[in-house]
């Protein structure tokens, strides 16, 4: 049996169960890297140029941590999936760059997805990848068709449950993560939204654990993913009319429909060296100011940030949130 490694990193959180399916029901099987380790961080950031984002860093030393242990490694090339929406630069190389910087890498299965380029294009790409498995276009056509609902189902399985990618995942392979963290709800100190891009959020490694601190501290956690797409569509056209960037949803639209619905706290999580995201960022801080409704928070990570100073920022904004509510509470008695 073919043995298809994906890497636990940047589109991961999105797509995995549409791949995963998509694979399988060509009969192949899926591996994926290990949760990000600092070795790995330190593999992935030797291969790169220093100004190279800290997600692509990750990126690479999860390929790294697949050498040896599949047949081919999926990177796909995701330059656009709405039309005139593109996607940051780095997405749109990043089979080529992984091949130019990881020469020992397992032989890289690619495909380009460009909705500009039509439907056409788009089926022959697939088929394109569907045949290092088998020549029959109509199981390609099958296995694609099962891929896609079972990505219709990931998202509505998150946004109808409030589950984040790493508790919906959990949930479709059969594991009970997701209700542990329910016990959290009933003491709830305050609501608590954090914006930003899944490999961001849930990479535990990165973000030193940053949700599941939130959640320690009984805080109730609100991500993107728990919105429905027509949410997020609407959100993101009030802030910034027609979004320019794939992805842009996930900050802008999640960020503003938060400062104005249903969050004590905004947190908003971003990375050095990201062109994209310090523009998105900076529409919701400027958003929030206008609104003055919800206090917002962002924090840069890199490779050199602390573990306290991310204690000490999340401590300083929560009491913030607690002193705010009190007050709130004591002026309506
Ligand atoms: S959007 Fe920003 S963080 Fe994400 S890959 Fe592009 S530059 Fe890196």
Known sequence: MIRIGIPTALLYYQYYPMWKTFFEELGAEVVVSPPTTQDMLVAGSSRVVADTCLPVKIFLGHVLSLVGKCDYIFIPAVRSVKSRVYNCSKFLGLPD???????????????????????????????QLGRHF????????????????????????????????????????GTTESEANSSYISSTQAT?????????????????????????????VLTPEM??????????????????????????????????????????IMTFGCGPDSLMMDMVRRQAGRLKTTPFMSLTLEEHTSEAGIITRLEAFLDMIHRRKRRQVTACV
């Open 97 to 127: 760059m992984t091949r130019a910087v990881i020469p020992e890498s397992s032989p890289i299965l690619d495909i380009d997805i460009d909705v500009n380029k039509g439907k056409r294009n788009l089926h022959q790409a697939i088929y």
């Open 134 to 173: 088998t020549w029959n276009p109509f199981k390609v056509r099958q296995a694609s068709l099962a891929a896609w609902q079972a990505h219709l189902n990931y998202h509505e399985l998150m946004s109808s449950n409030n589950l984040t990618p790493p508790q919906a995942i959990e949930r479709i392979s």
């Open 192 to 220: 608590i939204a954090v914006i930003g891009h899944p490999y961001l959020l849930y990479d535990e490694h990165i973000n030193h654990r940053f949700i599941s601190r939130l959640k320690q501290a009984h805080n109730n």
């Open 227 to 268: 919105l429905s797409a027509e949410e997020l569509q609407s959100a993101t056209a009030r802030l910034v009319g027609r979004a320019y960037w794939t992805y842009e949803e996930e900050v802008v639209g999640a960020g503003d429909h938060y400062i104005q619905n249903g969050a004590d706290g905004v947190i908003g």
